[in-house]
């Protein structure tokens, strides 16, 4: 396992709820990872931890291959991969994602 690998799967399994996104929070760098951001502000997610992962290339081509998901952001809960903004609004809206993200 590479050292971008082995720090992507410290975090995942390190924190309650990981979204790998361009940009902060704060300031998101695309319209997904801003969307995602909101997806999970409106769950009401307290325990959030987030990666910008423009600011480390190893992170950004690693979370990629982690998952074996193309595309950023990517969110991760309780360890396991849950998907991009796009799964992340079906979710939300099926009603599924906001009692994983309070558990």
């Given amino acids: 396992m590479s050292d971008a690998q082995q720090r992507i799967a410290d975090l995942v399994k390190g924190n309650h709820v990981v ?3 361009k940009g902060t929070a704060q300031f ?3 319209g997904f990872s801003g969307r995602a951001i909101q997806i999970l502000k409106a769950c009401g997610a307290t325990d ?5 992962v423009l600011e480390d290339d190893g992170i950004r081509q690693g979370i990629k ?3 074996n998901w ?3 952001p990517q969110l991760y809960v ?3 991969f849950l998907g991009g903004s796009d799964i992340m609004m079906e979710m939300y809206e099926s009603g599924e994602l906001q009692p994983l993200l309070s558990a």
Avoid at 48 to 52: A, G, I, P, S
């Fill in 65 to 67: 291959d982690y998952a």
């Fill in 28 to 30: 998101p760098q695309c």
């Fill in 70 to 72: 193309p595309t950023i």
């Fill in 48 to 52: 959030l931890k987030t990666v910008n």
């Fill in 19 to 21: 979204l790998f996104m």
């Fill in 78 to 80: 309780n360890g396991e």
